[in-house]
Nanobody
Framework: QVQLVESGGGLAQPGGSLGLSCAVS????????MGWYRQAPGKERELVAI???????NYADSVKGRFTISRDNAKNTVYLQMNNLKPDDTGVYYC?????????WGQGTQVTVSS
């Protein structure tokens, strides 16, 4: 019922920047948490950043000071601004919506950081 669509992935050089967006549609009433996760080939999916309904944020240590997560509740959209990118940031980035009773994942968008 809840659907998520990510956009904004692509290729960047080390030290560059990319911005990701995740648009949520469907039944999104009430409190919810949104997050960004990433998965490199052959590795487990890992948390990048989360943001609560009230705006509280948490980041993985590896991205603190470089990435910023934000949300626009009126547009039902969550963003991830990625600055000072590193090759280790390469992977498929997934948006996640978590409600009180369920959670939904987006389809993922590829981010590649290479010189």
């Amino acid at each position: 019922q809840v659907q998520l669509v990510e956009s904004g992935g692509g290729l960047a050089q080390p030290g560059g920047s990319l911005g990701l967006s995740c648009a949520v549609s469907g039944s999104v009433f009430g409190s919810n948490t949104m997050g960004w996760y990433r998965q490199a080939p052959g590795k487990e999916r890992e948390l990048v950043a989360i943001i609560g309904n009230g705006g509280t944020t948490n980041y993985a240590d590896s991205v603190k000071g470089r990435f910023t997560i934000s949300r626009d509740n009126a547009k039902n959209t969550v963003y991830l601004q990625m600055n000072n990118l590193k090759p280790d940031d390469t992977g498929v980035y997934y948006c996640k919506w978590s409600g009180r009773y369920s959670a939904t994942w987006g389809q993922g968008t590829q981010v590649t950081v290479s010189s």
